[in-house]
């Protein structure tokens, strides 16, 4: 945290604004600054080809959508992405559909975040002729407290070190990155863990429904997420701590095709073919640093509400930046912890309720399964739990 370069050396260069990291949330925010005209710099320890071919969330709320539109970077999305308006619950045996669509009049997209990272990119480095550095080492951060900020990096093609003075420090660069690194004793770190374990797996399978499932079972919960044509994502309980080599692909399939079974349902296509936690930092601004996705906030996929919480951090937090650093208006930045914070929390407080939805049957405690059960049926029998729940499930709630 000493490196200092003289400003006026090669090495040494300027930005209103520096992103950390080239995940939805960094690029998101590049692209909402460029189009204002705001110069920035995007640094990411990865290459090109590395984040844009990385597996990941691909559950996509229709409000985070409509967002990306305002900000001219859904066109790619809307062409190909998949509208999903129901799911379907699987428990004792039968199978449950729940329509969402019918209830709020709104839909999940499933794009998944490769393809997601990729227009981002497009739009930001080779359309808009935003500045990035891809495979820098070596990223650290520097008097984010005073209004003379900096960021430095290695060249790894070369070597030479840089010194990149800005105005505001974006942090997006995930949990282990040097935002989280640059944080002060006094930042706040909620954790909750949920004592399971999940394999996430993807499979070179046909989708065996056109929805999402979700099983509960005695054995373990287990998901079937449709990605594409050819492409399905699964999700299995397994124990904490269990090693990946410990699930054989026929053992998988066995699991999930118990797990998933239901009267009058078709079995599963097969095809070729993680201890799970929740933190929240707070605040998520510490001097002239704003953290943004999960650098600030990781939300286990129970909910499929990472990528959704990402975007709406890199709204406020471009929008913010725009505005102050075109304007002068400090509102959007003044109030920009508290406004992501106050989803986060809505979200990890229904991703928590989720995950006793899903794993309530399988703890082998009478009680719990049978709570569990009383709370699956509700939904399907009470148009108000219904109502509440497909509200939560699409972030459509009043408060937003």
């Known amino acids: 945290m000493t490196f200092s370069p003289h400003p006026n050396s090669p090495s040494a260069s300027r930005f209103p604004v520096v992103v950390v990291g080239a995940g939805p949330a960094g690029l998101a925010v590049g692209n909402i600054l460029r189009a204002a005209g705001v110069g920035c710099l995007v640094l990411e320890t990865e290459s090109r080809e590395f984040i844009e071919q990385r597996p990941r969330a691909g559950v996509i709320e229709e409000w985070a959508v409509r967002g990306l539109e305002r900000r001219g970077l859904a066109g790619r999305l809307l062409e190909r992405a998949e509208r999903h308006s129901e799911c379907e619950f699987r ?180 095809g070729r073919l993680l201890d799970m936690h929740n933190y929240v930092v707070e605040p998520m601004v510490f001097g002239r640093l704003f953290l943004a996705g999960d650098a600030a906030h990781l939300v286990a996929p129970i909910a499929a509400k990472g990528m959704n919480l990402a975007l709406n951090d890199a709204f406020l937090l471009g929008d913010g930046l725009v505005a102050y650093l075109a304007e002068g208006d400090r509102t959007g930045l003044d109030g920009y912890s508290a406004a992501c914070l106050r989803r986060v929390w809505d979200y990890q407080e229904f991703s928590e309720w989720l995950s006793e939805v899903y794993h309530g049957t399988s703890h082998g405690d009478p009680f719990r399964a049978g709570t569990t059960l009383a709370r699956l049926r509700r939904l399907f029998a009470s148009p108000a739990a219904a109502a509440a729940f497909a509200e939560q499930y699409l972030g459509t709630a009043g408060m937003y």
Do not use: K, N
């Open 91 to 270: 428990f004792d045996g039968r199978a449950y559909r729940f329509a969402y669509q019918e209830l709020t009049g709104q839909h999940h997209w499933i794009y998944p975040q490769p393809l997601l990272v990729t227009d981002l990119v497009r739009e930001y480095a080779d359309v808009r002729g935003g500045e990035i550095r891809f495979g820098v080492r070596d990223v650290r951060l520097h008097d984010v407290h005073s209004d003379r900020p900096a960021v430095s990096y290695t060249d790894p093609a070369t070597g030479e070190r840089h010194m990149v003075h800005c105005d505001f420090v974006a942090g997006c660069d995930g949990a282990r990155g040097a935002s989280r690194a640059a944080l002060p004793p006094s930042a706040r770190i909620s954790r909750h863990d949920y004592g399971i374990g999940w394999l996430a797996l993807l499979a070179e399978a046909p989708p065996s429904a056109d929805r999402v499932l979700f099983g509960m079972h005695a054995g373990g919960f287990a998901g079937h997420m449709p990605r594409s044509p050819g492409v399905t994502r699964y999700y299995l309980q397994c124990p904490p701590g269990d090693d990946p080599d410990d699930w054989p692909e026929d053992r998988v399939w066995a699991e999930l095709q118990q797990r998933l079974r239901a009267a009058g349902r078709p079995p599963l296509t097969e």
